[in-house]
């Protein structure tokens, strides 16, 4: 089983910068593959970005693609998503989430294990 806490999250302005962290327990972190998802308020959870379980492959959504860069650092047990020129749109709770598996990034459904979830607010 894994524990996830997000850390990092903030009220910052349209077009600055923010970088959240997720530390996990447990001695087999590597072993998940990751992914941060968020939910604004009024709309669904949604797919923001993942990274396979050795960190070589990261996955995103269209609407981050180019801004936000999401990484691990196995011995830390700690994923981190750095998240540049930010949007009123990017405003949301931010969550991290692991599953086990080798395959499949974007779908919430696969992931078995969450985090509390970490408010980001970007104002004009």
């Known amino acids: 089983q894994v524990q996830l806490v997000e850390s990092g999250g903030g009220l910052v302005q349209a077009g600055d910068s923010l970088r959240l962290s997720c530390a996990a327990s447990?001695?087999?972190?590597?072993?998940?593959?990751m992914g941060w998802f968020r939910q604004a308020p009024g709309k669904e959870r949604e797919f923001v970005a993942a990274i396979s379980r050795s960190g070589v492959s990261t996955f995103y959504a269209d609407s981050v693609k180019g801004r936000f860069t999401i990484s691990r650092d196995n011995a830390k047990n700690t994923v981190y998503l750095q998240m540049n020129s930010l949007k009123l749109e990017d405003t949301a709770i931010y969550y991290c989430?692991?599953?086990?598996?080798?395959?499949?990034?974007?779908?919430?459904?696969?992931?078995?294990?969450w985090g509390q979830g970490t408010q980001v607010t970007v104002s004009s």
């Open positions: 447990g001695r087999t972190f590597s072993s998940y593959t």
């Open positions: 989430a692991a599953h086990p598996r080798s395959t499949g990034y974007s779908e919430s459904r696969l992931y078995d294990y």
